[in-house]
């Protein structure tokens, strides 16, 4: 899987907050490095992109790890390319109202 991340990426993932402050201080340690992530996660499976939105994405991968709180990563293939780009680190439950149209 070849993986670019670049500081604006970085920054849209710190950026996406939930209510609880303890996955966003997590989530912002994960987000530094999200090479180890997807080395010691274990891949969930993609969906495909919603109708009419993300335009340069081909679909979104997610991965999943345990460090103080299950995290997810969702990574999206982007359409011009094989190139994968970070999208945000989420937790459970956003996961689980997104993930109805997830195949692995």
């Known amino acids: 899987m070849m993986v670019e991340i670049t500081k604006s990426d970085l920054k849209t993932i710190v950026s ?14 994960l987000a530094k490095d999200i090479p180890g992530y997807l080395k010691k996660g274990e ?12 335009l340069e994405s081909a679909y979104f991968a997610y991965f999943s ?30 996961y689980n109202a997104e993930a109805s149209d997830l195949r692995r």
């Open 16 to 29: 996406k907050n939930v209510r609880d402050n303890r996955f966003n201080a997590i989530k912002n340690a």
């Open 43 to 54: 891949y969930l499976g993609w969906r495909p992109v919603a109708e009419g939105k993300h």
């Open 65 to 94: 790890r345990e460090l103080g709180c299950k995290t997810i990563l969702c990574m999206r293939k982007m359409a011009d390319s094989h190139v994968f780009k970070p999208y945000a680190i989420i937790d459970e439950f956003t």
